[in-house]
């Protein structure tokens, strides 16, 4: 194609994106369908020669009869003025070669890209198609985690007349055995010497990929075409372990296996190499998740304060008393410490041997706290885990306005006691309510509203309000008060309780008062940056707040996890939202609110293996969690496992008490199993609960989506927008965009919400 020409059939040409042996790639618009698309033509020089040309076209034949997620879609085939064009999938990201020279790459996003493209090829195999070009620059990376195959140009060729290229490109040259083609620093040896090749060729070209992206480096090149020729027929690959540190056994085993010379010494299939990928990628897990590996950094749980009072209420002041010290020490350099959700489910007489297996800590703090009227006893202890020494105890006997210096008191003496160092850049002020206004009766109120808001039931949430505005009327100027009653607005708004658009502007004003006060609690900035990403839809606002929160505070781990709520949702970084949700499951271990989310993220990319180990983890913490069979639903649903779909979803709808958006789920559930009544009898139940309370939209835009009925989706996806339901996000992710297909109103709504 001429460079001044712009239209191809109905596909307008935007710009040049890229240029190898087989074609050059543009991106396109399909006018027809208001969509992105590559376009793939062959160079003018070699559309007139009939093999060329017939080459060029077996790509379309090979691709197109392929159907797999981890696979480039190829769209059409077609002719303009004499040119011939493949049209395909449109995938933004970066490829694998260019991933390869930025840095480093982690090896479990290895070993799960690994696990995809080996799925991909054993799918191409088992319909007679072997890669025979396969390599870093032929494999995309979607901004999503997904590994796309690309470029199977030479799949069943049959040539007789080819020619050379350069090192770096596809290599094509006739020998005594046969034809060689394929690119030298991946192709089999089989393929070196011009054999038949089938897919254990393809295998060894995929152990060549894994090896380059673990050390950076191809593991046959040499300094000339020939000697790397001869590497890849005579020497053996460096094993990736001796390259570096911390390759597991198994991962060095898989590649090297791969990577033998002989055939039949190899993995028999791509379907065997996917296998022993999932059991490395278990064995990184056990490694990641399981508490009984004590990391070397120094690591703590401080355990609620048991209430010796005798009265049950005044519980809240020793879990109280226990959050701002973990607070506290949260600022010390070179500390782990433990998450409140997680040292917080551990309560009354304990196994301190099991807590810290559980934890994955070295050290515990456990007290106990007596108050009666102004006098407060408090007592606690620092115990080492390996030999259940105490390493530090003390017993205070003080007033309750002394409170503060008792918490100073035993963050030093635990800094001391582990000899840690404050870091440089500790406030000098922990910034507490309490010492900007020394209203303790407010201070009071306010630790025994964030102790009810925890609960989120209705009950709870009730008496948490009730808490905060009498602290605000003590103490106006509080500032803990303030951004703790914005949470509760929050929470209303999140779980549904009240129209989210209400609740949202409502803590809003209440979080603007708490940074009026203090700019520096932590807490605020992080319900500041959750209401700019789910009232607002300002993800680029919403992320300052987060890395603000993080700034005073690299512990806190419900800023973080809010943070990869934001690049899942504003910006489908799913990678980036993995690696701070595993930084936050370091810190909370054991809660079942952030290993399920996880969960809901892999699912969300797509990856629903992934999705049900992450689920089925949580409820071997917390068997009656919602959201892990919530999200274990949807993901048998995609692999076609209908029964245990529905019977799982079931189960997360009674677990979270009935709510709404159960019905829509099931509804959604039962039509993909091809059920004809249950869908219409769910919606009618939704529409009964309708008229009693509030029910977010996005319940009958799933009940919608499973029927087929796209109009009333579509209806419903836009209320749920405009409501700000903090479900309308939901429907940018699997298992809900295909039913969307490439409908423009779907991506006008996305636009509402700043997604595209």
Same mark, same amino acid.
Request: with cysteine; proline share 4%; aromatic share 8%.
């Given at each position: 194609?001429?460079?001044?020409?712009?239209?191809? @059939?109905?596909?307008?040409?935007?710009?040049?994106?890229?240029?190898?042996?087989?074609?050059?790639?543009?991106?396109?618009?399909?006018?027809?369908?208001?969509?992105?698309?590559?376009?793939?033509? +062959?160079?003018?020089?070699?559309?007139?020669?009939?093999?060329?040309?017939?080459?060029?076209?077996?790509?379309?034949?090979?691709?197109?009869?392929?159907?797999?997620?981890?696979?480039?879609?190829?769209?059409?085939? $077609?002719?303009?003025?004499?040119?011939?064009?493949?049209?395909?999938?449109?995938?933004?990201?970066? /490829?694998?070669?260019?991933?390869?020279?930025?840095?480093?790459?982690?090896?479990?996003?290895?070993?799960?890209?690994?696990?995809?493209?080996?799925?991909?090829?054993?799918? &191409?195999?088992? *319909?007679?198609?072997?890669?025979?070009?396969?390599?870093?620059?032929?494999?995309?990376?979607?901004?999503?985690?997904?590994?796309?195959?690309?470029?199977?140009?030479?799949?069943?060729?049959?040539?007789?007349?080819?020619?050379?290229?350069?090192?770096?490109?596809?290599?094509?040259?006739? /020998?005594?055995?046969?034809?060689?083609?394929?690119?030298?620093?991946?192709?089999?040896?089989?393929?070196?010497?011009?054999?038949?090749?089938?897919?254990? !060729?393809?295998?060894?070209?995929?152990? &060549?990929?894994?090896?380059?992206?673990?050390?950076?480096?191809?593991?046959?090149?040499?300094?000339? !075409?020939?000697?790397?020729?001869?590497?890849?027929? #005579?020497?053996?690959?460096?094993?990736?372990?001796?390259?570096?540190?911390?390759?597991?056994?198994?991962?060095?085993?898989?590649?090297?296996?791969?990577? #033998?010379?002989?055939?039949?010494?190899?993995?028999?299939?791509?379907?065997?190499?996917?296998?022993?990928?999932?059991?490395?990628? *278990?064995?990184?897990?056990?490694?990641?998740?399981?508490?009984?590996?004590?990391?070397?950094?120094?690591?703590?749980?401080?355990?609620?304060?048991?209430?010796? !009072?005798?009265?049950?209420?005044?519980?809240?002041?020793?879990?109280?008393?226990?959050?701002?010290?973990?607070?506290?020490?949260?600022?010390?350099?070179?500390?782990?410490?433990?998450?409140?959700?997680?040292?917080?489910?551990?309560?009354?007489?304990?196994?301190?041997?099991?807590?810290?297996?559980?934890?994955?800590?070295?050290?515990?703090?456990?007290?106990?706290?007596?108050?009666?009227?102004?006098?407060?006893?408090?007592?606690?202890?620092?115990?080492?885990?390996?030999?259940?020494?105490?390493?530090?105890?003390?017993?205070?006997?003080?007033?309750?306005?002394?409170?503060?210096?008792? =918490?100073?008191?035993?963050?030093?003496?635990?800094?001391?006691?582990?000899?840690?160092?404050?870091?440089?850049?500790?406030?000098?002020?922990? $910034?507490?309510? /309490?010492?900007? *206004?020394?209203?303790?009766?407010?201070?009071?109120?306010?630790? =025994?509203? #964030?102790?009810?808001?925890?609960?989120?039931?209705?009950?709870?949430?009730?008496?948490?309000?009730?808490?905060?505005? =009498?602290?605000?009327?003590?103490?106006?100027?509080?500032?803990?008060?303030?951004?703790? @009653?914005?949470?509760?607005?929050?929470?209303?708004?999140?779980?549904?309780?009240?129209?989210?658009?209400?609740?949202?502007?409502?803590?809003?004003?209440?979080?603007?008062?708490?940074?009026?006060?203090?700019?520096?609690?932590?807490?605020?900035?992080?319900?500041?940056?959750?209401?700019?990403?789910?009232?607002?839809?300002?993800?680029?606002?919403?992320?300052?707040?987060?890395?603000?929160?993080?700034?005073?505070?690299?512990?806190?781990?419900?800023? %973080?996890?809010?943070?990869?709520?934001?690049?899942?949702?504003?910006?489908?970084?799913?990678?980036?939202?993995?690696?701070?949700?595993?930084?936050?499951?370091?810190?909370?271990?054991?809660?079942?609110?952030?290993?399920?989310?996880?969960?809901?993220?892999?699912?969300?990319?797509?990856?629903?293996?992934?999705?049900?180990?992450?689920? /089925?983890?949580?409820?071997?913490?917390?068997? *009656?969690?919602?959201?892990?069979?919530?999200?274990?639903?949807?993901?048998?649903?995609?692999?076609?496992?209908?029964?245990?779909?529905?019977?799982?979803?079931? #189960?997360?709808?009674?677990?979270?008490? %009935?709510?709404?958006?159960?019905?829509?789920?099931?509804?959604?559930?039962?039509?993909?199993?091809?059920?004809?009544?249950?869908?219409? =009898?769910?919606?009618?139940?939704?529409?009964?609960?309708?008229?009693?309370?509030?029910?977010?939209?996005?319940?009958?835009?799933? $009940?919608?989506?499973?029927?087929?009925?796209?109009?009333? &989706?579509?209806?419903?996806?836009?209320?749920?927008?405009?409501?700000?339901?903090?479900?309308?996000?939901?429907?940018?992710?699997?298992?809900?965009?295909?039913?969307?297909?490439?409908?423009?109103?779907?991506? &006008?709504?996305?636009?509402? +919400?700043?997604?595209?």
């Amino acid at each position: 194609m001429a460079s001044s020409v712009t239209t191809l @059939l109905h596909y307008r040409v935007l710009e040049k994106i890229g240029e190898g042996g087989m074609g050059v790639v543009y991106r396109a618009i399909d006018t027809r369908l208001d969509r992105e698309v590559a376009i793939k033509l +062959m160079p003018p020089d070699s559309a007139a020669d009939p093999d060329r040309k017939r080459r060029f076209m077996i790509e379309a034949r090979a691709a197109s009869a392929l159907n797999h997620p981890n696979i480039v879609t190829i769209h059409d085939v $077609a002719s303009a003025d004499g040119t011939d064009f493949l049209v395909m999938e449109y995938v933004r990201g970066d /490829t694998i070669s260019a991933r390869i020279k930025q840095a480093a790459m982690p090896i479990a996003d290895v070993v799960q890209w690994g696990i995809q493209i080996a799925d991909a090829l054993a799918k &191409a195999h088992l *319909a007679g198609i072997v890669h025979r070009d396969l390599k870093p620059s032929n494999i995309m990376i979607t901004p999503d985690g997904l590994a796309k195959v690309m470029d199977f140009g030479l799949a069943k060729l049959d040539e007789t007349k080819l020619t050379a290229a350069s090192a770096d490109e596809t290599l094509t040259l006739q /020998t005594q055995a046969g034809i060689l083609i394929g690119t030298m620093a991946y192709m089999s040896p089989e393929q070196a010497e011009g054999k038949p090749v089938d897919g254990r !060729s393809d295998v060894f070209s995929f152990g &060549a990929v894994l090896h380059e992206m673990i050390t950076g480096r191809r593991a046959f090149q040499r300094e000339s !075409s020939i000697s790397t020729l001869v590497a890849v027929l #005579r020497e053996d690959a460096p094993s990736v372990a001796s390259l570096r540190g911390g390759i597991s056994t198994a991962l060095d085993h898989v590649i090297g296996r791969c990577l #033998r010379k002989d055939p039949a010494r190899r993995f028999q299939s791509m379907t065997e190499v996917k296998a022993a990928l999932e059991d490395v990628r *278990a064995e990184l897990s056990s490694v990641c998740c399981t508490a009984a590996v004590v990391p070397e950094t120094p690591s703590i749980a401080v355990l609620p304060f048991s209430n010796l !009072s005798g009265d049950k209420e005044n519980e809240y002041f020793g879990d109280g008393l226990a959050e701002e010290i973990i607070n506290a020490l949260t600022r010390v350099e070179g500390l782990r410490v433990i998450a409140r959700t997680s040292s917080f489910r551990f309560r009354g007489d304990l196994d301190l041997k099991e807590v810290g297996e559980k934890l994955s800590v070295q050290h515990v703090l456990e007290g106990s706290v007596r108050k009666a009227g102004n006098r407060i006893r408090v007592t606690a202890q620092l115990i080492s885990i390996a030999d259940d020494s105490h390493l530090w105890s003390q017993r205070y006997d003080r007033e309750l306005e002394d409170i503060f210096e008792i =918490q100073d008191e035993i963050a030093r003496a635990i800094v001391e006691g582990l000899k840690l160092k404050l870091a440089p850049s500790e406030p000098a002020s922990q $910034a507490t309510c /309490t010492r900007q *206004a020394g209203n303790m009766e407010a201070y009071g109120l306010a630790l =025994q509203g #964030r102790y009810h808001l925890q609960k989120l039931t209705p009950d709870g949430l009730a008496r948490a309000k009730a808490c905060f505005e =009498q602290a605000i009327s003590l103490d106006p100027n509080c500032a803990m008060a303030h951004t703790s @009653l914005s949470a509760y607005w929050f929470s209303l708004g999140a779980i549904g309780l009240m129209p989210p658009r209400q609740a949202f502007a409502t803590a809003r004003v209440a979080a603007d008062k708490a940074l009026e006060l203090d700019n520096t609690l932590p807490e605020s900035h992080a319900v500041a940056g959750a209401l700019l990403m789910n009232h607002e839809y300002d993800w680029e606002g919403a992320r300052r707040e987060f890395e603000i929160a993080l700034a005073f505070n690299p512990s806190a781990v419900i800023p %973080r996890a809010h943070l990869a709520h934001m690049l899942v949702n504003g910006y489908g970084r799913y990678q980036e939202a993995a690696a701070n949700m595993q930084r936050v499951l370091e810190l909370d271990p054991v809660s079942p609110a952030y290993r399920a989310v996880t969960g809901c993220y892999f699912l969300f990319a797509g990856n629903t293996q992934r999705a049900i180990e992450e689920s /089925t983890l949580t409820l071997q913490t917390d068997p *009656a969690y919602h959201w892990a069979h919530w999200t274990l639903g949807m993901s048998y649903s995609e692999l076609g496992r209908h029964d245990e779909a529905i019977a799982s979803m079931q #189960r997360a709808f009674e677990f979270s008490g %009935r709510n709404p958006i159960g019905f829509g789920a099931l509804a959604f559930l039962h039509a993909r199993a091809g059920h004809a009544d249950e869908p219409r =009898q769910l919606l009618d139940q939704l529409e009964a609960v309708t008229q009693t309370r509030y029910v977010s939209t996005s319940a009958h835009c799933m $009940a919608y989506l499973g029927l087929g009925q796209l109009d009333d &989706a579509l209806k419903a996806f836009e209320t749920s927008i405009e409501n700000r339901d903090f479900t309308a996000q939901w429907f940018r992710h699997t298992p809900f965009r295909a039913h969307f297909k490439d409908d423009p109103r779907y991506h &006008a709504l996305l636009g509402k +919400m700043n997604m595209e």
